[in-house]
């Protein structure tokens, strides 16, 4: 076939060609070189003289498909920002491969050197992995670059959770740590985390995950790599850590919840899902070692597989993540289900629940029969409470001003709790890279199964340690004759029944994300759910209220006179609109069962009715 490409735009089609061919030349990996040169050669084909219209049809469509997936691949080099990196797999400076990983590698390098040039020692990098395809492969080039440029580089064992990474920054007191994963992401995708601390960071985001300036000062660094050749990278000369980082790390995760009821922790009966990620064994072990000994693990999802077999999307947030776990817990009759995601920092908790049972239709199924996974705000609840009483009855270190904190997107129950406690509560922009700064912190969790049990050991949400506090909090209401639901009912009681939920308007055009919020800017509702709209804060000129001060960022908040609370928001990770929701439905606090029932169905009619205004004032039709 000819390898002419007829295009109108000759010139920009050249471009491309040249920026492929480049870009194929200073390719380290003959796999991406070779799928680069494929899908050029595919672009370049046009119909032979002779051929059948359907064949030649057949010969266009897959030149176009081919050229349309190079402009997407060569769109510009794979953002660097708050989250590091992250994106699908393949070929190309828009895509998650070696030459992108080695840019990135070398731009933090000189980062880090123009931080702590002439500082002595060395900066000092730990770096992890996980079970994804090419993780191991991502770390060794990060290990390669920055070794060559004088840096000292800590490798961890063999592919382990993101929070055993960031315990590592903080026990090794390092300037900054790299994890290789795309947490929850498809099979597709993988990602490249940065944390800084050390000489870098030390103030009370030591050890977090970077937040700007230095994002973008990291990314002026990639953007000034010339090439993949131009980076000098090592043959050896770093560290491969021992079995006692991971040691230390689940000493230190199991002892998250000293003391406690060793009885009750030995009859808890736990079903525990990693999702195919890396956190089964060691979530597992840290349990064990907690005194929970009847944990049983998923078997179909026990091990790591980086493509994920048994379910769609490996978030436990996603419908049938967790349906394997929930199943084998209502075959075991266990009293939990403990889900981590593939690199256990966020956790998902499940139980059975009086008000979640349904007739069953069809098939018995465990949500039939009253299973149901709590929302990462009844968790954070919890646990944000149980963090509060262990303040009351440890008391506050010299001089701290123990703090509780969760991001503006989450439910405002944390506030009430610290402020019944006496503690300080913060409020932050969406993301744990925030969170985890907080001074004094003691408890911060995000909605999306996000929780920090532990800042004095990582600095980050950590789901395998979390799994340890929602295990014994479970096991101490057990031996009470109590469960989850029952402590839950107590915030209630006290607080108000807090419900929250969320719309989302998926965008194939990026424009319209912005229009979208422009339009809502201009004209927001005077009304949801059958409740004036009594306040309208636009987030992009920032906050200071009383749930603190926040910097500016894009996004509306509104309050209705009933208390009803909408947050609408440009998602970071996905081309969405976000509108996280809260209604607040008093209880009396002597309420009985019935009452709280009662409750619970006019909040949910609540959700249903502002989910449906929402969409309205999204402009969209579903959720």
């Not at 992995?129 to 961890?156: K, P, Q, W």
């Not at 050890?207 to 660094?221: K, M, R, Y």
């Not at 070692?289 to 769609?312: H, I, N, W, Y």
């Not at 998902?348 to 049972?357: E, K, M």
Request: glycine content about 10%.
């Amino acid at each position: 076939m000819t390898p002419e490409h007829p295009d109108t735009d000759h010139d920009g089609w050249a471009r491309l060609v040249a920026q492929v061919e480049a870009w194929i030349a200073d390719d380290p990996d003959p796999a991406t070189a070779d799928e680069l040169a494929t899908l050029l050669r595919t672009a370049r084909e046009t119909p032979e003289p002779g051929m059948t219209e359907p064949v030649a049809h057949l010969v266009r469509r897959d030149a176009d498909v081919a050229r349309a997936d190079l402009e997407d691949r060569f769109s510009g080099l794979l953002q660097f920002g708050t989250a590091g990196l992250r994106g699908a797999l393949g070929g190309g400076p828009h895509r998650m491969n070696r030459a992108v990983v080695i840019r990135a590698a070398a731009g933090l390098a000189d980062y880090l050197l123009g931080e702590l040039e002439g500082a002595t020692p060395a900066p000092r990098v730990v770096v992890g992995y996980d079970a994804r395809h090419n993780s191991h492969r991502f770390a060794l080039d990060t290990a390669a670059v920055m070794t060559a440029v004088g840096i000292e580089v800590l490798l961890l064992p063999r592919p382990l959770p993101t929070p055993v990474l960031a315990s590592a920054v903080l026990r090794f007191d390092a300037d900054a740590g790299v994890m290789v994963t795309a947490s929850h992401n498809p099979p597709r995708d993988n990602g490249y985390k940065v944390y800084l601390g050390g000489r870098v960071v030390t103030d009370a985001g030591q050890g977090a995950q970077i937040v700007p300036p230095a994002d973008t000062a990291i990314a002026a660094e990639i953007a000034r790599v010339p090439s993949v050749a131009a980076v000098p990278r090592a043959t050896s000369g770093w560290t491969t850590l021992g079995e006692d980082v991971v040691e230390q790390y689940a000493r230190t995760a199991a002892a998250v919840a000293p003391g406690g009821d060793a009885d009750a922790r030995a009859r808890l009966k736990v079903v525990v899902t990693p999702l195919h990620g890396v956190g089964g064994a060691l979530t597992k072990d840290v349990l064990a070692r907690a005194g929970f000994g009847d944990v049983t693990l998923v078997a179909e999802q026990a091990e790591p597989d980086p493509d994920f077999p048994t379910v769609a999307f490996p978030n436990p947030e996603e419908p049938g993540a967790t349906d394997l776990a929930l199943a084998l817990a209502a075959a075991l009759r266990a009293d939990l289900v403990v889900a981590v995601d593939p690199d256990a920092d966020r956790c998902a908790v499940a139980l059975l629940d009086p008000r979640a049972h349904v007739p069953a239709r069809g098939p018995e199924t465990p949500q039939a029969d009253g299973w149901r996974m709590l929302t990462g705000d009844e968790v954070g609840a919890l646990l944000g409470s149980d963090a509060a009483a262990r303040v009351r009855a440890d008391g506050a270190a010299p001089g701290a001003t123990p703090t509780l904190a969760c991001s503006i997107v989450s439910s405002r129950l944390l506030a009430a709790v610290a402020a019944e406690a006496g503690l300080r509560f913060a409020s932050t922009l969406t993301g744990f890279k925030w969170i985890a700064r907080v001074d004094d912190l003691v408890f911060g969790y995000e909605e999306a199964l996000g929780y920090c049990v532990d800042p004095a050991h990582v600095r980050d949400k950590d789901g395998i340690s979390a799994a340890v506090r929602v295990c014994d909090l479970a096991a101490r209401l057990a031996a009470q004759g109590r469960t989850l639901v029952d402590a839950l009912d107590d915030l209630a009681r006290a607080h108000g029944l807090h419900a929250t939920g969320q719309v989302s308007a998926r965008y194939a055009d990026l424009s319209r994300i912005g229009a979208t919020m422009t339009a809502l800017r201009e004209a927001p509702p005077a009304e949801l759910a059958g409740s004036p709209v009594v306040e309208v804060v636009d987030l992009a000129a920032g906050t200071d209220d009383d749930r603190g001060g926040l910097p500016p960022t894009d996004g509306l908040r509104l309050l209705t006179a009933d208390g009803t609370r909408v947050v609408v928001r440009p998602s970071g990770t996905e081309p969405k609109v976000k509108a996280y929701l809260e209604v607040v439905v008093p209880i009396a606090s002597d309420a009985d069962r019935a009452a709280l029932d009662a409750a619970h169905h006019h909040a949910r009619a609540r959700l249903d009715h502002l989910a449906r205004d929402v969409r309205g004032a999204l402009g969209i039709g579903g959720s």
